[in-house]
């Protein structure tokens, strides 16, 4: 966590936790620490993790199980792919593609720059 950004700090720990179920780190069904937990790795105050955990369990990313405690949902890792998914498409490829045409490219020349990258930069 990074207690001098301007990004709150549940902000960070909810894009921390997405991070590692996109990954597979966390995996459907696997328990995430406490709030607790998190306070004591952290630093933080159990309010701040658990306001993290509350904006992912409304996204549907965490289930809380009473008593028990949070899991990562089943469908957790294809939700974020796909919402990655659309944000990738808005804030990236639309305008690099509008760039594109606006440097007389086509689609076909854009795709051959792509695959050609993409080949160079595994």
Known sequence: MEFSSAVPIYVQLAEDLRRRILSGELGPGEKVMSTTEYAATYRINPATANKAF???VEEGIL???RGIGMFVTAGAQAALRERGRATYLSETLAPAL???RVLGLSPAEISTLVSTYWEENQ
């Open 54 to 56: 509350s904006l992912l």
């Open 63 to 65: 289930e809380k199980r």
């Open 98 to 100: 509008a760039a594109g």
